[in-house]
């Protein structure tokens, strides 16, 4: 049956990707709302990409008119990087929590379908070996901490969604993604260190000859997920076929890929030494001890570990990863190196 996916956001990571499978594999109609189009490229200009320049928090009466138009409602906007956090924790509850919480309540009112972005990160400090959706603490440090902010407000939204599916019997699902990478996860010409996601800083510094800083000596584990299977698992969330995915949460990574940070550099410094054009720069790269306050500022704490149980997706969703770290690692560099360097 045919879908029209109304995708906020759509010019990010995760919606460029995704509109470009849901083009490519569905007769989906999409659309999109961005303040850029750049990562959409060629699709911005398909017959079912119906794409507009704008902003949430301003573009409203165009958000509501499309929120009452589509099946599936999804809100991808968020900032999602720890140095803000630290530094403007106000404009992170102002976009994350309160321009969403507006547009999840216009799903209430005209009885749409919302599939809302939730966050590894809602699982905070919790020391169990493994995050369950159903079962799992949710821990979270002290206020002085502001790290937390954007925890907190994803937290919080999965809680006001609950709630109104429990009360306003809204059709939802939430999805958790675990650390997901691959192409065009952030700019790569982006000189300010804690400016992206730890493997683009990496990538980063290693082309333009900085050595990498490790919080912490890179002793935190996180586990990563090929955008691919994460975008396959999101697929399956929206198609719900048999009502499978409402009223669910579902953590979407992959446990096999648990490394540490400092690993994860490693990594990516070997993989780089594999392109000519950049074996010197990497061969040259040194791993610097740095400390949180000095990194990210005050008002910076870390999680240890973050490994997802992926019961629900596997017996809900008949999903589960499929692609190793070292493909997915390799495919991404490529990708910078080969396309956004040529």
């Not at 409602?73 to 990087?81: D, K, M, R």
């Not at 490529?334 to 040529?342: D, I, K, P, R, T």
Request: aromatic share 10%; proline share 4%; glycine share 6%.
């Amino acid at each position: 049956m045919s879908k029209s996916i109304l995708i906020l956001g759509v010019n990010g990571f995760i919606g460029s990707h995704l509109s470009t499978r849901i083009l490519e594999s569905t007769d989906w109609q999409v659309y999109g709302m961005d303040m850029s189009s750049n990562k959409l490229g060629e699709i911005a200009q398909h017959p079912r990409m119906h794409f507009i320049e704008g902003d949430i928090t301003i573009n409203k009466e165009w958000i509501a008119y499309h929120i009452k138009k589509c099946d599936v409602i999804i809100p991808l906007v968020a900032i999602a990087t720890p140095s803000t956090y630290v530094q403007d924790p106000l404009r992170v509850f102002e976009l994350d929590f309160e321009a969403n919480l507006e547009i999840v309540r216009q799903c209430v009112t005209y009885k749409k379908r919302v599939i809302f972005p939730s966050t590894s990160e809602v699982y905070g400090m919790s020391n169990e070996n493994v995050f369950d959706e159903e079962e799992t603490n949710l821990v979270l440090g002290p206020i002085n901490k502001p790290r937390w902010i954007y925890s907190c407000c994803k937290q919080l939204m999965d809680r006001v969604i609950f709630a109104y599916g429990q009360q306003h019997q809204l059709q939802f699902s939430l999805f958790r993604p675990f650390n997901w990478f691959g192409p065009k996860l952030d700019n790569i010409f982006e000189q300010k260190e804690g400016s992206s996601r730890a493997l683009t800083q990496f990538i980063s510094n290693i082309i333009h000859g900085r050595d990498i800083q490790l919080v912490g000596g890179g002793m935190q584990r996180r586990s990563f997920t090929y955008i691919d299977d994460g975008i396959e698992g999101l697929m399956r969330i929206i198609d719900n076929k048999n009502g499978c995915a409402d009223s669910r949460i579902f953590n979407l990574g992959n446990p096999e890929n648990d490394m540490s940070i400092r690993e994860l550099a490693e990594r990516t410094i070997a993989v780089v030494k594999k392109f000519p054009r950049f074996t010197e720069q990497a061969n040259k790269t040194q791993l610097i001890t740095v400390s949180p306050e000095k990194y990210y500022g005050e008002g910076y704490q870390d999680v240890s570990a973050r490994v997802p149980s992926i019961k629900n997706a596997a017996v809900y969703l008949d999903w589960k990863p499929k692609v190793d770290f070292t493909t997915g690692l390799e495919k991404t560099i490529a990708y910078y190196v080969n396309e956004e360097l040529a």
